[in-house]
């Protein structure tokens, strides 16, 4: 299983959010480049970048992306606000793989395209829901589309990587969502990461026992209820 820190970008800092809501913000770095080498001395398998002003609409950190692309060289996937296609294809050509969310679910052809263009492997679908049902926009709007059948429509379109986040657990520390996630990692061909809740290195274990592809590590980190090296002696 793949250990897959996460740093979410707000105004060019790591901060954290709850349960995605933006008013609620802890700050723990003003220096990511610093923060992203720290996670791959540590043994990082992945690196998971958020840019969440791209993803609210209210800006872009696509510049401390850059720097965090350029300073490390293990695998980082890069999320938030790629809802076009020249952004997702030069984010594309930067990073291992490009994680897709709200342009996933409204647009189809293009979401088609980038796949014809990329490849399976170079795409997350993140699939992000409140309970089963998918949430876009940086979590604020609804969809009505169920999570389960969602990522069955996907597997059949070619998809195989997917990003799994109960956005009510996110930033909790209350635990994962294992009832969601045992579903999907029970789907042919889904390469399920984990996120959302973790907080402690039993979740990672509980987590590794529904066969999860990966899983992401945010606030329980920063807040050094685990640490990556632990999470790498159990995966």
């Given at each position: ?126 699939a992000d829901h409140r309970y089963g049902e998918i949430v876009i926009h940086g979590w ?42 045992a579903q999907a990692c029970n789907l042919p061909d889904a390469n399920i990461i984990a ?41």
């Amino acid at each position: 299983m793949k250990i897959i820190p996460a740093i979410d970008l707000m105004d060019g800092k790591v901060v954290r959010l709850y349960k995605g809501d933006p008013s609620q913000k802890t700050i723990y770095s003003e220096n990511p480049v610093e923060i992203a080498k720290q996670w791959e001395s540590a043994g990082a398998d992945i690196l998971h970048l958020v840019d969440l002003d791209a993803a609210l609409g209210s800006g872009s950190n696509l510049d401390t992306i850059k720097k965090i692309l350029a300073s490390v060289s293990i695998s980082v996937e890069v999320a938030g606000g790629l809802r076009d296609y020249s952004l997702a294809i030069e984010m594309s050509k930067l990073s291992e793989r490009i994680v897709l969310g709200t342009l996933a679910f409204k647009d189809k052809s293009l979401l088609k395209l980038l796949l014809s263009e990329l490849g399976p492997k170079k795409i997350v679908i993140s699939a992000d829901h409140r309970y089963g049902e998918i949430v876009i926009h940086g979590w604020r709007q609804g969809t009505g589309i169920k999570l389960i059948p969602a990522i069955k429509e996907f597997l059949e379109m070619g998809f195989t990587e997917f990003l799994l986040t109960n956005v009510s657990r996110d930033g909790t520390l209350e635990g994962p969502d294992l009832e969601f996630l045992a579903q999907a990692c029970n789907l042919p061909d889904a390469n399920i990461i984990a996120s959302g809740g973790i907080s402690n290195i039993g979740d990672v274990r509980d987590v590794k026992e529904k066969n999860a592809f990966g899983v992401i590590l945010g606030k329980a980190m920063y807040e050094k209820k685990i640490s990556i090296e632990e999470a790498k002696r159990l995966s």
